[in-house]
């Protein structure tokens, strides 16, 4: 199993439109280093689901339900969706700034390439961020 962080901006899709809908496709990357994650996507893969913007705070889990497909909202064969569905809402959301504080996440892809709105997490950063999120 691998490990994913994926952002929007909430008022855009929020993990809540994703709860409520149940299952959702992930579109409108267009960024070639955010399409190749998707592509490693595979079915089980878990991903933070992260709120951009304003929030800076990952909120919850989702669950990859498919591998990557074309992207329906274009007619460009470069860009592909994976389906996911939501897994949990965690019990307190992680923000930017307590990441930004914790030296064993130093090396997260989050903090190095900031705006990748699609970004693998190691096992080992998810499970820290999973029991910052219970403390």
């Known amino acids: 199993m691998n490990y994913w962080l994926i952002k929007s901006e909430p008022n855009e899709y929020s993990y809540d439109d994703l709860v409520r809908l149940g299952k959702d496709h992930w579109d409108g990357v267009r960024n070639y280093a955010a399409r190749n994650h998707m592509k490693a996507m595979k079915k089980g893969d878990l991903a933070f689901f992260y709120h951009s913007v304003k929030e800076k705070s990952i909120v919850g889990i989702a669950e990859c339900v498919t591998e990557y497909y074309p992207d329906p909202t ?4 470069r860009w592909v969706v994976v389906d996911f569905a939501p897994k949990q809402k965690l019990k307190k959301s992680v923000s930017l700034d307590e990441i930004k504080q914790e030296e064993f996440l130093k090396d997260m892809t989050l903090l190095k390439i ?3 709105s699609v970004q693998p997490v190691k096992k080992e950063e998810f499970d820290y961020i999973i029991k910052m999120s219970e403390a």
Not at 74 to 77: E, G, H, P, Q, V
């Open 114 to 116: 900031s705006r990748l």
């Open 74 to 77: 274009t007619d460009d064969d």
